[in-house]
Each structure stands twice: as C-alpha cells, then as structure tokens.
C-alpha cells in the first residue's frame, strides 16, 4: 500500500524558510512523479510543484518560482519541498501526491487528476 508522510510545517516568520518532507512507501522509489499542493481556508487547492524522477524535470507554479524547490533523495523515498523567502500568502495545508509508472516529463504542477495517492499534510503558518 503506497503512503505519503508529510512532515516538517510549523509557523516561521515573513521572509524565513521551511523543507517539507514527503516520506513515501509502499512502491518502487523509480518511474514515478510527486507532486506538492497547498490550500487555504477558503481557497482551493492549488498545484505548488512537482517532479518527475524519469527525467528529473520539475514545473512550479508562478507564485513559488524562484522561491520553492522540489529536491529528491531516491535513496531515503524522499521528496521535499524547500521553501524560502516565505509570505504570509503561503501559509495553508501542504499535501504530496504521487503516480507510479510515470514516464518523460513532469506534469504540471496543477493536474491534481494525474496522482493516485495523497498525504494527509502539514500545516505551514507564515506571520506576517
């Protein structure tokens, strides 16, 4: 059974940095695309970033670019999103999916519809 673990959210002033972790288990760390979303209250969700292990191909959303980046370490099943330069307009839940048997690019960051499996998420809170 595949699982996705998210952990390292916590509240962290304007301007600071947090790396979120997806901790996966349960398929073949290979051939597969791992995606990070977020959503507020109130807002929907919204696609954040995601990588795609067969080419090592990332695509991240406009408000994160230059920002935000989806690192991967294949030997520990983990992808994580490092985040820095951090707004109080990023404070919402952030999840991590993940498609197995996927070949060539990353998709983009917001085709939620690609991804068979969901973390629970964890909370990032950014004080303004």
């Known amino acids: 059974e595949v699982q996705l673990v998210e952990s390292g959210g916590g509240l962290v002033q304007a301007g600071g940095s947090l790396r979120l972790s997806c901790a996966a288990s349960?398929?073949?760390?290979?051939?597969?695309?791992i995606g990070w979303f977020r959503q507020a209250p109130g807002k929907e969700r919204e696609g954040v970033a995601c990588?795609?292990?067969?080419?090592?191909?990332?695509t991240y959303a406009d408000s994160v670019k230059g920002r935000f980046t989806i690192p991967s370490d294949n030997a520990k099943n983990t992808v994580y999103l490092q985040m820095k330069s951090l707004r109080a307009e990023d404070s919402a839940v952030y999840f991590c999916a993940e498609v197995s048997q996927w070949f060539g690019r990353a998709p983009n960051q917001n085709s939620a519809n690609v991804y068979g499996f969901w973390g629970q998420g964890t909370q990032v809170t950014v004080s303004s």
């Open positions: 990588i795609s292990s067969s080419d090592g191909s990332t």
């Open positions: 349960g398929f073949t760390f290979s051939d597969y695309a």
